[in-house]
């Protein structure tokens, strides 16, 4: 299945999650707003990926990987259309989570 272009209709979901994925779409904002027309008006957008480092850039060398930042993340959920959009960075790692607003 495409991220980019789910096979599911429009206002489908309750929530939806992704895990260490976003980093391999060269257009995260497509898939972030494909995300959201799953989502129904008032769904949880829920999202873990690696923070950009150098290690992360090494281990991906032969990969396509386009890090996520916290500032690059909250911008392309906002611009997808999610409000209350969450960033939090510990362990390691990157949470995201956003709504769909409910008058959409």
């Not at 930042?69 to 989570?97: C, I, K, M, N, Y």
């Amino acid at each position: 299945m495409d991220a980019q272009s789910l096979a599911f209709g429009d206002a489908t979901f309750d929530a939806a999650f992704c895990t260490f994925a976003f980093m391999f779409f060269p257009d995260r904002g497509c898939a972030f707003r494909e995300m959201r027309r799953v989502l129904r008006p008032g769904g949880i957008f829920l999202a873990v990926e690696i923070p950009d480092s150098w290690t992360n850039r090494v281990v991906h060398t032969k990969s396509t990987f386009v890090p996520v930042s916290p500032e690059s993340g909250r911008a392309r959920l906002t611009g997808a259309g999610f409000s209350s959009v969450r960033v939090d960075s510990r362990g390691g790692g990157l949470r995201f989570r956003a709504t769909r607003s409910l008058e959409s």
